[in-house]
């Protein structure tokens, strides 16, 4: 029997009714024929919520602690399902994280999968039950307990897949898949039916959350395809993630960021250097690290470094380092006519003065003043895609 691998998101289970119609989805597939794993979100916005407590006791809370409660966000959620599958006359078993054999690295709050020992779904799969995994979660080889990052579900059901030899992974939100930008900024962006795992890798990297950076390396490491659907919206729509997918003339999307604090350091002598390691060991996410002039500079993605404030401290006395924060970052995803200069134009017409420019082979990025993020997005949009 083949094996399906399902994941909702956290919408898609935010309330008892949408579990139950949740619920409903995932029994309709088993009753296909199919073995089913299901991975689950914490419900709606519990994982913010969750993250505000910390911050409330704490503004830089300590990470192994903030992982014990941030998973607690999953828990509910897998009980939950497997309750309502129950309700409906079949079988099916929540696992944690740890029981479904996701090993990871320790880096708390941010881990990487490095081993998937699903023994346990396995055996529970041959007794004939729907198997419902905790997202974001594992168990790290010195036994702790790890999240993989904002939006982590989605590596759970990837690596989840490769473990079980599924050709495909079914990635449920409230979005028919992804769009050439988030069409709650550019609401006239278009549906992209299938996108190579380079574009989306780099358009997750650039900050689109509609599917997590880690779990589009995984599924290109494992050639498995990503099928992004709604959960509830019955459009038809999907968008497949595979490979081969030939690189367009035009951009393929446009991506914002906000939430960046820009760190730079006059020289690029031994001090950057112990400044970037202490980075990588704190765990703190950076993008776009680059030198010119003898000057180093990189963009601190603030929404995924818990711990910030600590760290902006440590960075500024012991490293000397600037920090200037309220940045966005608005990219420009493939293309092979060199987009930047029509990107520059573009934003100038509309005054939003980008302060930086980065241009790499597949991607051009503008860093610009926080505030001005979603009317670049939308401008540069019209100009490069729509
Ligand atoms: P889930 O909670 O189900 O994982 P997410 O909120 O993480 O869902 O991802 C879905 C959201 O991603 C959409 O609601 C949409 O606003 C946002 N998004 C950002 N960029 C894109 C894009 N290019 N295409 C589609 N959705 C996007
Ligand atoms: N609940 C986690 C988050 O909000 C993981 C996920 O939704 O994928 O980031
Ligand atoms: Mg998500």
Redesign the pocket.
């Known amino acids: 029997m083949s094996i399906v691998v399902q994941k909702y998101?956290?919408?898609?289970v935010a309330d008892v009714e949408k579990i139950h119609r949740v619920a409903a989805k995932v029994v309709a597939t088993r009753e296909r024929g199919h073995d089913v794993v299901v991975v689950v979100?914490a419900m709606g916005k519990t994982t913010d919520e969750l993250l505000g407590l910390a911050h409330a006791v704490d503004p830089s809370p300590p990470r192994r602690e903030l992982d014990m409660l941030l998973s607690t966000g999953e828990r509910i959620s897998m009980a939950l399902l497997s309750m309502a599958i129950q309700k409906r006359g079949v079988d099916a078993i929540s696992f944690t994280g740890s029981q479904s054999g996701i090993i990871t690295n320790d880096r708390h709050f941010d881990a990487r999968i490095i081993d998937v020992r699903p023994h346990r779904v396995e055996d529970e799969l041959a007794r004939g039950r729907v198997v419902i995994v905790a997202g974001y979660q594992g168990m790290s080889y010195k036994r702790e307990i790890t999240t993989l990052g904002r939006?982590g579900?989605?590596t759970t059901a990837l690596a989840m897949a490769a473990a079980l030899g599924a050709e495909h992974a079914e990635i449920y939100?409230?979005?028919d898949g992804?769009?050439s930008?988030?069409?709650?900024v550019a609401p006239d962006a278009t549906h992209l039916p299938e996108l190579s795992y380079d574009e989306m890798q780099e358009?997750a990297e650039s900050g689109?959350?509609?599917l997590h950076a880690k779990a589009v390396e995984f599924a290109r490491q494992h050639r498995i395809a990503i099928r992004a659907r709604s959960t509830f919206l019955e459009s038809g729509k999907e968008t497949v993630v595979h490979e081969g997918v030939e690189p367009g003339e035009q951009v393929r999307?446009v991506?914002g960021q906000k939430g960046l604090a820009r760190v730079s350091f006059d020289d690029g002598g031994e001090k950057v250097g112990f400044a970037l390691g202490h980075l990588r060991k704190a765990g703190v996410v950076s993008r776009d690290l680059r030198t010119a002039d003898g000057r180093t500079e990189l963009l601190v993605v603030t929404a995924q470094t818990p711990d910030w404030e600590k760290n902006a401290k440590a960075l500024r006395a012991d490293f000397g380092a600037t920090i200037e924060e309220g940045f966005g970052a608005v990219s420009a995803i493939g293309g092979a006519g060199d987009p930047a200069l029509a990107l520059v134009e573009t934003l100038a017409g509309e005054g939003l003065a980008p302060t930086e420019l980065i241009v790499t082979p597949v991607r051009v990025t503008v860093v610009l003043p926080e505030a001005d993020t979603d009317a670049a997005v939308r401008a540069a949009h019209a100009r490069l895609v729509g």
């Open positions: 998101g956290g919408s898609s979100s939006g579900s989605d939100s409230d979005v992804v769009y930008a988030d069409p709650r358009m689109a959350k509609v999307a991506v």
